[in-house]
């Protein structure tokens, strides 16, 4: 299922002069864009509400993770911000997921989503925390019971897509990290995929940061993304 504006520009600056600079040089038609607990930390809703000025859908990416009335009353938060997109840990378990659901309803202005497993962790950091299945089976463990609580969808890393993609619902938004265009450097990031075979694999939302935010011209890279999802290359 292609969504229309499937880029979601990850805004990983450390103040908000920073993150506006860049967001002059972004047309709000071709992606959304995601603040992160930094940028928020630094900046607050303030910059939210400017990026809302400027047109563009914001995903509020806060991880929330805590006991479920802390977490329901953080999210009601987000959506009084008017966000499009806010998300929790999957890890805090059915009565915190439900909570957060009962807070955002469902079919509302604000989507929520969960994560799963953080993609920096692996076996080894999984087991040390006393969870002994592999990260590709915690992550579907995890989107199954977002799923079952009602959220619109998870957080996953792209090579995870097709397995959700055959066990969930084809409205069961998947999220992911991870992209880097063709022929872009791979910088610091290990299990990637392409734009193209991203949406192939199964996912929504593409998260994408540097391959847009440190190229000389944002919005021409923006489109040459979505000429690749769409096989104009």
Avoid at 47 to 53: S, T
Avoid at 68 to 96: F, I, K
Avoid at 184 to 208: C, E, F, H, W
Avoid at 224 to 233: T, V
Wanted: contains cysteine; aromatic residues 4%; negative net charge.
């Amino acid at each position: 299922m292609l969504i229309d504006r499937p880029v979601i520009v990850a805004l990983d600056f450390p103040d908000a002069a920073s993150a506006l600079s860049l967001v002059e040089k972004l047309d709000p038609s071709l992606c959304r864009v995601k603040v992160g607990k930094e940028l928020f930390t630094r900046a607050g809703p303030e910059l939210v509400k400017e990026l809302q000025k400027q047109h563009f859908d914001v995903f509020l990416d806060l991880k929330y993770h805590d006991i479920p009335n802390t977490v329901a009353g953080a999210v009601a938060a987000a959506a009084d911000l008017g966000v499009w997109m806010v998300n929790v840990h999957a890890s805090g378990g059915r009565a915190m997921l439900e909570a957060a659901r009962t807070a955002l309803p469902k079919n509302g202005d604000t989507l929520l989503i969960a994560v799963t497993v953080l993609t920096s962790m692996g076996a080894e950091d999984l087991r040390e925390i006393s969870v002994t299945v592999t990260p590709d089976e915690q992550v579907s463990i995890l989107a199954k019971l977002s799923s079952d609580c009602e959220l619109d969808g998870v957080v996953c890393s792209a090579r995870e897509t097709p397995v959700l993609r055959s066990e969930l619902a084809d409205d069961f938004l998947l999220v992911t990290p991870g992209i880097r265009p063709a022929g872009d450097s791979l910088d610091d990031q290990k299990r990637v995929m392409t734009p193209a075979q991203a949406i192939q694999s199964g996912s929504n939302y593409l998260v994408i940061g540097r391959p847009v935010t440190q190229a000389d011209d944002p919005t021409a890279k923006l489109r040459i993304i979505m000429e690749e999802i769409h096989g104009k290359k």
